[in-house]
């Protein structure tokens, strides 16, 4: 399956098979372990009020780098998937280039280098001049997970609109999410 037919399909669904995946920018990285997808029907999303020059390549091609300022202070890093959706990589088990994270982070702990969304752009050094670039060429190299992983699947946190729905998603077990998942809402 190419990358685009991959993010060609509803963000819920491409943020559930992103968990596994191996994430590289610039040969700094690791593995996928916690997402949220935003659809364009979702109060929460960005594409809720339709496109503006902030948002324009949630709706652009499928497969393609959304890179956004949050709240002045630290860069995100979403997938677009179909128009106007979009999964927000929240977490990395970091594996590769760990000593330029622990430079860009000032910490040599593992767990806090891609623990969280801006963690994770600051360690693996993302800015906005990545918006809209594809995630299938330099400085990305995206491979997809070979199999299924156990997730975990709860409310989004960080946000003020559609908090109840369940579409963030992250590996079970794994020490590097973000925020622990409630006990409810484990997937195969």
Request: aromatic share 8%; net charge positive; glycine share 10%.
């Amino acid at each position: 399956m190419s990358l685009e037919s991959f993010f060609s399909r509803p963000a819920v669904a491409v943020a559930r098979d992103l968990i596994g995946a191996l994430l590289s920018v610039e040969k700094v990285g690791g593995i996928i372990v916690e997402t949220e997808a935003y659809e364009p029907d979702d109060p929460a999303s960005h594409s809720y009020r339709g496109q503006t020059s902030r948002n324009r390549a949630m709706f652009g091609q499928p497969g393609r780098a959304y890179v956004y300022r949050s709240y002045g202070m630290h860069w995100c890093l979403n997938f677009v998937c179909l128009p106007g959706s979009a999964v927000l990589i929240r977490a990395l088990e970091p594996t590769h280039g760990l000593d330029r994270m622990a430079v860009r982070r000032g910490t040599t702990q593992p767990r806090l280098l891609c623990s969280g969304p801006g963690r994770l752009t600051q360690a693996l050094g993302v800015d906005g001049s990545m918006d809209g670039l594809r995630l299938d060429e330099p400085p990305f190299v995206l491979t997809l997970a070979s199999s299924i992983h156990p997730v975990a699947t709860g409310p989004r946190i960080g946000i003020t609109r559609a908090v109840e729905y369940p579409w963030r998603f992250g590996l079970v077990g794994s020490p590097y999410l973000s925020c622990r998942f409630p006990d409810v809402g484990m997937t195969a």
